[in-house]
Nanobody, 114 residues
Framework: VQLQASGGGLVQAGGSLSLSCAAS????????MGWYRQAPVKERELVAA???????NYADSVKGRFTISRDNAKNTVHLQMNSLKPEDTGVYYC?????????WGQGTLVTVSS
C-alpha cells in the first residue's frame, strides 16, 4: 500500500488544521488506518485510528479536539484537528495496516505556535 499524506503547516494555538492520507496500490483488506505523531525528544505516539468497520480510537490528549474520518470512495482518511495546542506540534505519519503488515506515508509537519 502506498500512502500519500497532505496537509499540515503552521497555525496559532486554538486554530485548526486538516490532514489527509490517500491510499493506493493493494488497498483491499486494509484493516485500519490512522496517524501517529513524533514530537521532538518524544516517542512516536498514536494520535487517531479508524478501522475498516468504522471504529475509531484517539489518544487521550486529542479526544474532543481531533476527528478521524474516511472517504471509502477516495480511499482517503482525514484528520480534522481543532483547538490545536503547542504540544500538538510534531511530524504526523499516516499508516495503514493490511493483514498485519504496516505501511507508512511520508511525515507531514504540524507546528502550533503559542
Amino acid at each position: 500500500v502506498q500512502l500519500q499524506a497532505s496537509g499540515g503547516g503552521l497555525v496559532q494555538a486554538g486554530g485548526s488544521l486538516s490532514l489527509s492520507c490517500a491510499a493506493s496500490g493493494n488497498i483491499f483488506s486494509i484493516n485500519a488506518m490512522g496517524w501517529y505523531r513524533q514530537a521532538p525528544v518524544k516517542e512516536r505516539e498514536l494520535v487517531a485510528a479508524i478501522t475498516s468497520g468504522g471504529s475509531t480510537n484517539y489518544a487521550d490528549s486529542v479526544k474532543g479536539r481531533f476527528t478521524i474520518s474516511r472517504d471509502n470512495a477516495k480511499n482517503t482518511v482525514h484528520l480534522q484537528m481543532n483547538s490545536l495546542k503547542p504540544e500538538d506540534t510534531g511530524v504526523y505519519y499516516c499508516y495503514a495496516v493490511r493483514r498485519s503488515v504496516w505501511d507508512w506515508g511520508q511525515g507531514t509537519l504540524v507546528t502550533v505556535s503559542s
